[in-house]
């Protein structure tokens, strides 16, 4: 009769023998609760200010950091949206202060890639490394295409169409012209953004599908075809 009590006793204190686990569990949900507190995603006022402001990338150039300055400017509304703890957001602005050139038609298309990766740098998905691994590689890459497709090509088909149209004395065809090709372009600039921000790093397959190089030689043809018809006119 007296190992009844004891044994008794032992058993009721089993169950406070897990409490320590238990609020070991606790502590560690409100770390994570807490972690995922201090970040957030852009919304659509965020994104709309970063889209805006992807357009006076190219205004800051330096000789230091070519368009990073403008390209920090851009990121800024996206990163404060991304990163609520600040020094997670300084150490954001950082990794956007670094060398950055590229062709301003792309940088919408970049900033939304860069504000979709920083959302992950964020989340804990990927490493901040990854992004300044990339980063500048992506920049001159798409730069390159740019100048060869938008500068060497598109940007002559848009001025000898213009040039036979002011020869033929179609002088409202000129101003048709530009103000389509305005809207297409910025077009462009919006749904690259919008595909950039969602996509990642992912949507680059998606450009490369597109053969801009060889596009832009096809362009070149016909640029000098009409530079053959403008020569004719005058």
């Not at 400017?73 to 609520?84: I, R, T």
């Not at 990794?95 to 950055?100: A, I, K, N, P, Q």
């Not at 964020?122 to 295409?145: E, N």
């Not at 530079?227 to 004719?232: P, Q, R, S």
């Amino acid at each position: 009769h007296e190992q009844t009590p004891h044994h008794c006793g032992r058993i009721r204190a089993m169950p406070f023998s897990h409490a320590p686990s238990s609020a070991g569990l606790s502590g560690d949900a409100s770390r994570r609760r807490l972690s995922e507190a201090r970040v957030g995603e852009p919304d659509l006022q965020a994104l709309r200010r970063s889209f805006f402001r992807s357009y006076l990338v190219a205004a800051a150039f330096n000789t230091q950091g070519l368009q990073n300055i403008g390209l920090a400017y851009a990121m800024e509304p996206g990163l404060q949206a991304v990163h609520l703890d600040p020094e997670a957001y300084r150490a954001a602005m950082a990794r956007h202060l670094t060398v950055y050139n590229s062709h301003p038609m792309w940088a919408p298309l970049l900033v939304g890639v860069f504000l979709s990766v920083e959302v992950k740098i964020a989340k804990g998905l990927v490493p901040p490394a990854m992004l300044d691994d990339v980063k500048t590689t992506t920049a001159y890459t798409l730069s390159a295409v740019g100048d060869s497709f938008f500068g060497g090509s598109l940007l002559g088909l848009w001025g000898l169409s213009a040039a036979c149209l002011a020869a033929t004395g179609h002088v409202l065809g000129v101003a048709i012209l530009a103000c389509g090709m305005l809207v297409a372009l910025n077009l462009f600039k919006a749904a690259t953004f919008v595909a950039g921000y969602r996509e990642g790093f992912q949507v680059l397959k998606r450009l490369k599908r597109l053969d801009l190089i060889n596009w832009g030689r096809r362009i070149k043809v016909v640029n000098a075809v009409m530079l053959t018809v403008l020569w004719m006119l005058t």
